[in-house]
Nanobody, 120 residues
């Protein structure tokens, strides 16, 4: 599976962005999908995950209530709608395919990342 993330950019605090991640291949709905992020000088951290059917989702406490993960299996795409963005949300955001959970090693395949910068 190859993953291509997009949708990052520069936004003011309080603004919104929607990230997208398109997967190649015919097995997209065989994978649980997730978003992680990595801020400068920090370790990569879990943001959100969604099950294969989209029926289960999980969010990090730091984004809960501000972020919505969704997927469209017909389009091989997973989305991350981010609202009420804060400067501390600034990071490179990575999509990943694997097994539902918060651990990095749950996920076998990773996209290249898309940069989100939130100005104060």
């Amino acid at each position: 599976v190859q993953l291509q993330a997009s949708g990052g950019g520069l936004v003011q605090a309080g603004g919104s962005l929607r990230l997208s991640c398109v997967a190649s291949g015919r097995t997209f709905d065989s994978y649980d999908m997730a978003w992680f992020r990595q801020a400068p000088g920090k370790e990569r951290e879990f943001v959100s995950t969604i099950s294969r059917s989209g029926g289960m989702t999980l969010y990090a406490d730091s984004v809960k209530g501000r972020v919505i993960i969704s997927r469209d299996n017909r389009k091989n795409t997973v989305y991350l709608q981010m609202n009420s963005l804060k400067p501390e949300d600034t990071a490179v955001y990575y999509c990943a395919a694997g097994v539902y959970g918060q651990r990095l090693d749950n996920y076998l395949y990773w996209g290249q990342g898309t940069l989100v910068t939130v100005s104060s």
